[in-house]
């Protein structure tokens, strides 16, 4: 059965840059029926979709954070990841890693993990 | 993209239904047939639990029923359930390869 993980720092300094990765394992990262996507979520908030990528390494990202945000896929590893750059406060949160479905539906989550700013 | 609005909080008793709205606009919900639920437990990931609007995944209980009129969406919940209380989200499908979210409504099972 398919499984996503999150794995990366879970404490980022203001200003500097949050890396995670995802490691999709039980499963192909290369189905064509499915994009693979970050979600966040601040504590005691709402969820937020940050970007999603597809196995061809095209990707859709929310405009609110595009100009932050990055993400990239590796099919050898069966991994993706997520870079935020120049951090604040304001992206403290716990961040998912999911599958979503070609009819943008969330089928898989990760666990998440939690990731502070200092 | 604007997220979508749910109300804060809903409240119901054991045996009852409650109906949990998602109101969207003519770029999301009301232009595609792409909403789905997810339920939501402290400290836990989202599971979700009705997609393309009134589909429901395997292993869900068929108490949990979706439905869309124009920019709404609805998620009911039939004879509530204590295991019920827990955080629902809607999110849907937006134009330009968006996804979006509702704020989330917090069920508390009386």
């Known amino acids: 059965q398919l499984q996503l993980q999150e794995s990366g720092p879970g404490l980022v300094k203001s200003s500097e840059t949050l890396s995670l990765t995802c490691t999709v394992s039980g499963g192909s990262i290369r189905s064509s029926s499915s994009y693979w996507a970050w979600i966040r979520q601040p504590p005691g908030k709402g969820l937020e979709w940050i970007g999603s990528i597809f196995h061809s390494g095209s990707s859709y990202l929310n405009p609110s954070l595009m100009r932050r945000v990055n993400m990239s896929i590796d099919k050898s590893k069966s991994q993706f990841s997520l870079r935020v750059d120049s951090v604040t406060a304001a992206d403290r949160a716990v961040y998912f890693c999911?599958?979503?479905?070609?009819?943008?539906?969330?089928?898989?989550w990760g666990r998440g993990t939690l990731v502070t700013v200092s | 993209q604007s997220a979508l609005t749910q109300p804060a909080s809903v409240s119901g008793s054991p045996g009852q239904s409650i109906t949990i709205s998602c109101t969207g606009s003519?770029?999301?919900?009301?232009?595609?047939?792409?909403v789905s639920w997810n339920q939501q437990y402290p400290g836990k990931a989202p599971k979700l639990i009705i997609y393309?609007?009134?589909n429901r995944p395997s292993g869900v209980s068929t108490r949990f029923s979706g439905s869309k009129s124009g920019d709404t969406a609805s998620l009911t919940i039939s004879g509530l359930q204590a295991e019920d209380e827990a955080t629902y989200y809607c999110?849907?499908?937006?134009?330009?390869?968006?996804?979006?979210f509702g704020g989330g409504t917090k069920l508390t099972v009386l």
């Open positions: 999911a599958r979503i479905s070609w009819t943008w539906h969330i089928d898989l």
């Open positions: 999110s849907s499908y937006g134009n330009s390869n968006f996804l979006v």
């Open positions: 393309d609007v009134n």
């Open positions: 003519s770029s999301d919900i009301g232009a595609y047939d792409y």
